[in-house]
């Protein structure tokens, strides 16, 4: 039981580059999660996915799109990177979208650096 | 107004003696609230959740709410330098469709 898995685990792009990044879960949870940790920020939700086949903008959605690619699967997109998108990238699943006690476990991050 | 806010810290403690690390949250509504541990360079992990005004303990660590106030905090008995991390608050507020949203982190450094 490998929980929440990220790939890669770092990555350096130069301006205007694209790059995908994959995150799996193996703990059949419905719902998956994008976030972005900056310094003295926090994490940010970028983009969720409630369910299969449902994905919803977060708090900082711009420059990025993601694929609910099944179950398992919730993978973000940056098309054209910018400096600004330099962050960690976190990605996590639970088993219900919000509310009660549902509790997010979090994969082991990618450090990513655009130049 | 951040939804959810922390002392930053540093937080300084002498092995042994209690950390307490603060959150308060601004949308009334928010029903269940988490706390987190960060490890420099690594993932968040959940240290335990509370959804009921009072006291929640686990081990070491006791999570206190007060809704009333707005307020949740967080203690670690006997610190140990093991405790040297990040602490997270998070809350799930009615204003974002009972999303997460994560304070910015209290940092804890337990000196030997």
């Known amino acids: 039981n490998a929980g929440v898995t990220q790939t890669p685990k770092f990555q350096v792009l130069k301006t205007g580059q694209s790059m995908t990044l994959q995150c799996a879960q193996d703990?059949?949870?419905?719902?998956m999660y994008w976030y972005r940790q900056d310094p003295g920020m926090g994490l940010r939700l970028i983009y969720y996915s409630a369910s299969e086949g449902t994905t919803d903008k977060g708090e900082v959605p711009n420059g990025y799109n993601v694929s609910r690619l099944n179950k398992r699967e919730f993978s973000l997109r940056l098309e054209s990177a910018a400096p600004s998108q330099t962050s960690v990238y976190f990605c996590?699943?639970?088993?219900?979208?919000?509310?009660?006690?549902?509790?997010?476990?979090f994969g082991p991050g990618t450090r990513l650096t655009v130049l | 107004q951040k939804e959810v806010e922390q002392n930053s810290g540093p937080l300084s403690v002498p092995e042994g003696a209690i950390a307490s690390l603060n959150c308060t949250y601004s949308d009334r509504g928010s029903q269940s609230f988490f706390w987190y541990r960060q490890y420099s360079g690594k993932s968040p992990e959940l240290i335990m959740f509370?959804?009921?005004?009072g006291d929640k303990e686990d081990g070491r660590f006791t999570a206190q709410l007060n809704k009333a106030s707005q307020y949740v905090s967080l203690l670690i008995r006997d610190s140990q330098p093991s405790d040297s991390a990040t602490y997270l608050c998070a809350v799930n507020p009615v204003s974002n469709d009972y999303k997460l949203s994560f304070g910015a982190g209290t940092t804890v450094t337990v000196r030997a």
């Open positions: 509370i959804y009921s005004n």
């Open positions: 703990m059949n949870h419905n719902s």
């Open positions: 996590a699943s639970s088993r219900l979208a919000g509310g009660g006690t549902d509790t997010q476990y």
